[in-house]
């Protein structure tokens, strides 16, 4: 007997053939004569309805122990469907009851729950249609990703999670030790790491990318796609201490190649989500947020505006906007500020260049005023930055005196600077933040509801 699944069945259906789906039941329906079920087996998000006629053996007993979330093995016939809302449908010949969900405690009875509740369910939330919806569109997504830098010759480097470097020079990092928290050994008056598992201060990391850059003046194109984790204390619908992140990197590249790439990137991965989770999608649009796959196709044929962080700032002083941070040329714009920007000033996704140096990481190029960097963010409505990027600085001497300037130690980066040393040429590279992009392209409103299980601070139940 072959098995099926429920989203080959509905796609091409074996019309008058035995089928059998293993799967889990998301409502029963008692009618005179004929019970109906709704079974997911989370191959898609549609249901496949089987019909349990009264004259099958054991009609009272079997229907009886039918409750939702329950999983259960059924043979039967393919047919078309006389009713509404379905071309086909299962009629049952045999079922088994493999693992019953009690009515008094599987608290999947309701068909709405909020995200909140959900999340306290972390367990049992993919059995949802948001959440399998997210799940497959996140696989997706991974998938079209490793494609897009795969057809174009991009080498994939798994850079290190644990790490003796901080990448952002932001120190909001976690650390990794086996030092007994208890009694840590101090020397000088400081922790002894010398007694740590590495002999030195290890951390997670922030981002892929100083290690990235190695391979990068090696075989010119590569990219990272791994969990990043930041020990931010910020509470938001938009920041995660653990999630991950896409870091493609390229040797003799400028920022305006780089630029080039991840618009090129953002507008292929929509395309592909578009192309190929359709029912997905549709359910995003009508469920989540009107509008998302529209806004997806527009997007896919505009292109994203370019203006400086100068141009920027005077939009935004110009707009006269009531602003809760107050704009002034050398903030750094907060996401109040970079939502203004996309949703009212230009109603797109905009790539904002030339920050100020001072409120950028220490390893972006400084341009020839002395003051700004080349940087790069692109920002979208609803959640301002996604992507963060920039060229970076290739001068030996410029790199060091920054890392100076930044307040790090260029000895923690000696070999970072042997880049520079040995070979260097301009290179660039962008990181786009893996949640918020799904966050964006399914408008789930929470970036806790993109990530099968969050972690953020104080929450790590699962
Ligand atoms: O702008 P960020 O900090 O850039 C970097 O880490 C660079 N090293 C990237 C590079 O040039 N290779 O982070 C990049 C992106 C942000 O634009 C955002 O989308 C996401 O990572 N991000 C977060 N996503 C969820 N939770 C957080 N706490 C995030 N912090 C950054
Ligand atoms: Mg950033």
């Known amino acids: 007997m072959v ?57 009272n007993a079997i229907t009886k122990e039918m409750t939702t979330g329950s999983s259960v093995v059924i043979t039967g016939k393919c047919i078309e469907s006389p009713g509404q809302g379905q071309a086909v449908e299962l009629r049952a010949e045999s079922i088994t009851l493999l693992g ?28 949802t249609n948001s959440f399998g919806a997210v799940a497959r569109v996140r696989s997706a997504l991974s998938f079209a990703i490793h494609r897009f830098f795969n057809e174009r010759g ?62 990068a003046c090696a075989l010119k194109k590569i990219y990272t796609f791994g969990p990043t984790f930041r020990a931010e204390n910020s509470n938001t619908s938009r920041h995660l201490a653990e999630f991950w992140m896409i870091e493609p990197e390229m040797a003799f590249c400028d920022i305006h190649g780089n630029m080039d790439v991840a618009e090129e990137f953002l507008k292929y991965i929509f395309r592909y989500v578009l192309d190929n989770c359709p029912d997905d999608m549709d359910f995003f ?10 806004n997806l196709r527009h997007i896919i044929t505009s292109t994203f505006m370019r203006i400086s962080y100068t141009e920027a700032v005077n939009r935004l002083i110009e707009s006269k906007a009531n602003f809760e941070f107050p ?70 001497e410029k790199l060091k005196k920054r890392i100076v300037e930044c307040g790090l130690n260029p000895d923690d980066y000696w070999w970072y600077l042997d880049l520079r040393r040995f070979g260097t040429v301009p290179h660039s590279g962008f990181g786009l933040g893996f949640e918020r992009l799904i966050q964006f392209i399914t408008g789930m409103q929470n970036i806790r509801d993109v990530i099968p299980f969050p972690r953020a601070v104080n929450t790590l139940e699962f």
């Open 327 to 396: 704009v002034a040329w050398g903030i750094d714009l907060q996401s109040e500020h970079e939502k203004y920007l996309t949703e009212n000033i230009f109603k797109q996704p905009v790539i904002i260049t030339d920050y100020p140096k001072e409120i950028k990481a220490f390893y972006m190029k400084v341009n020839d005023d002395n003051k700004t960097v080349r940087a790069m963010d692109i920002l979208v409505p609803r959640l301002g930055e996604i992507v963060g990027g920039s060229e970076r600085e290739a001068d030996y």
């Open 154 to 215: 991009f080498i994939y480097v798994h850079t290190p999670i644990i790490t003796g470097s901080d990448c952002e020079g932001a120190g909001e990092m976690f650390q990794v030790t086996t030092l007994p928290l208890e009694q840590v050994p101090v020397r000088d008056g400081q922790v002894d790491f010398s007694q740590d598992f590495f002999g030195k201060k290890a951390s997670l990391t922030v981002s892929g990318q100083l290690e990235g850059e190695t391979y």
């Open 3 to 59: 098995k099926n699944d429920i989203n080959d069945i509905l796609a091409k259906p074996p019309m008058d053939h035995d089928i059998t789906v293993e799967a889990w039941i998301r409502t029963k329906r008692e009618s005179k004569g004929v019970t109906f079920l709704e079974l997911n087996d989370g191959s898609t998000i549609k249901n496949l309805q089987v019909i349990i006629d009264e004259n099958l053996p054991g009609y």
């Open 285 to 294: 649009d009508s469920r989540i947020s009107k509008g998302v796959v529209d």
């Open 100 to 127: 019953p969900a009690s009515v008094d405690e599987y608290v999947l009875q309701k068909k709405r729950h909020s995200f909140e509740f959900l999340r306290e369910v972390a367990h049992l939330r993919p059995r």
